[in-house]
């Protein structure tokens, strides 16, 4: 099993930044990748950014140059920062866990972000 906690959401005016965390603690597989999704209001979830433990992160073509994914894996902590922040960016931001091979994906329970205009 994994744990995944996030931290790092709250409150900010449109323009400014945020850096989350996430910690993941249990079994984890030397070799993974975490990521970030995030769902707003009356929308599906979406992917965010990916990173594997090799370092190799990924990011959705609209958030290129605006968000940054990173990693410590000493710590087993991934990292999402957030620059230049929208309106259209509120939402429930989470946090998964996918050791490779593949078994299962952990989520973990998300953490609020809101943008205000």
């Known amino acids: 099993q994994v744990q995944l906690v996030e931290s790092g959401g709250g409150l900010v005016q449109a323009g400014g930044s945020l850096r989350l965390s996430c910690v993941a603690s249990?079994?984890?597989?030397?070799?993974?990748?975490m990521g970030w999704y995030r769902q707003a209001p009356g929308k599906q979830r979406e992917l965010v950014a990916t990173i594997t433990s090799g370092g190799s992160a990924n990011y959705a073509d609209s958030l290129k140059g605006r968000f940054t994914n990173s990693r410590d894996n000493a710590k087993n902590t991934v990292y999402l920062q957030m620059n230049t922040l929208k309106p259209e960016d509120t939402a429930i931001y989470s946090c998964?866990?996918?050791?490779?091979?593949?078994?299962?994906?952990?989520w973990g329970q998300g953490t609020q972000v809101t943008v205000s205009s």
């Open positions: 998964n866990f996918r050791p490779i091979p593949y078994l299962r994906t952990y």
């Open positions: 249990g079994s984890i597989a030397e070799i993974n990748t």
